[in-house]
């Protein structure tokens, strides 16, 4: 069965313009979901719309409301929505182009993929992606999804297009509310570096596949269990060690890493003085310190 498409259109540069087809990038159809239940029938509930004066009504009877004060409501029919027609209901009439690092991912909301729509369209498609391809460049652009108008970013992906819609500015929260308080002190430097340290022994290259919902899985692994007449097995919480600081949490993840096998990093060139440090008495200012870096060391041979 072929993809139902989200939206369908035109792409619009200047005075070039491809039928398109726009289609969800994701799909959340292999989530585990519930169904409510009543607990005696196991019968499932079906949601009904009620009416505070008329109790149960049927759906062909409600129409949208918008509030425009407290409890007083404009009614709001299909020919009303039908009259709202701008340009970016049909069209996505590219406006500007941008660098992708331009655009904060704080704004970046739901992702689609846009392809011709017909064999007509496949060449001027082609020459807009490989244009945006070449250039490096995303596109900004609008279209109307789900009667509002949303601004999307498009960029070349394989053979066709990746648009993603944007989130408006008044829908991102400032963050001075959260970080405001957060003290801008340096960290000590010692303390510094051995982080760095851990980040260079968990460095890898980033795989989705690698990633995949555990608690998913679990939850799978019990309903199949239950499925089966067993009594499901909880799996326990890991255990929390009993740091007692930062440094102490820092020489257990180091000792627990695993050493990277190419040649020496800063964190043995961090060790070796520290140890020179500690032979000479002068590690007794900071004793945690020099345990710790002990430990990098140790973990590196």
Request: hydrophobic share 40%.
């Amino acid at each position: 069965m072929a993809p139902r498409a989200s939206w369908k259109g035109y792409l619009k540069l200047s005075l070039v313009s491809c039928p398109v087809r726009l289609y969800p990038a994701t799909s959340a159809s292999e989530r585990i979901s519930f169904n409510q239940l009543h607990k005696t029938t196991h019968n499932r509930i079906n949601m009904k719309p009620v009416d505070p004066e008329l109790g149960l009504v049927e759906r062909s009877d409600l129409v949208k409301g918008y509030e425009y004060e407290d409890k007083q409501y404009i009614i709001i029919d299909d020919a009303d929505l039908d009259a709202v027609r701008i340009e970016s209901n049909h069209t996505m009439n590219i406006e500007a182009f941008v660098d992708e690092g331009d655009v904060d991912v704080i704004y970046q909301d739901a992702p689609y993929y846009l392809a011709p729509d017909g064999a007509m369209a496949e060449e001027t498609f082609a020459v807009l992606r490989e244009a945006m391809r070449k250039s490096g460049k995303l596109a900004i652009a609008r279209l109307v999804l789900s009667s509002r108008e949303r601004v999307v970013t498009i960029g070349a992906r394989e053979n066709g297009m990746f648009v993603c819609t944007l989130r408006n500015p008044n829908e991102v929260r400032g963050t001075a509310e959260y970080f405001g308080n957060i003290p801008a002190g340096k960290p000590d430097p010692e303390m510094l570096q051995l982080a760095e340290a851990l980040i260079r022994q968990k460095e890898t290259t980033f795989d989705p596949k690698n990633y995949e919902d555990r608690y998913e899985i679990a939850l799978m692994a019990m309903i199949r269990e239950k499925l089966k007449g067993h009594k499901p097995i909880i799996a326990a919480a890991p255990e929390r060690g009993n740091v007692i600081n930062l440094m102490d949490a820092l020489k257990a993840s180091l000792s627990q890493s695993k050493p990277p096998a190419k040649s020496k990093s800063k964190a043995d060139e961090v060790a070796k003085p520290a140890a020179r440090k500690a032979a000479a008495g002068g590690a007794a200012e900071n004793p945690l310190k020099a345990n710790l870096l002990k430990a990098v060391g140790k973990s590196k041979k």
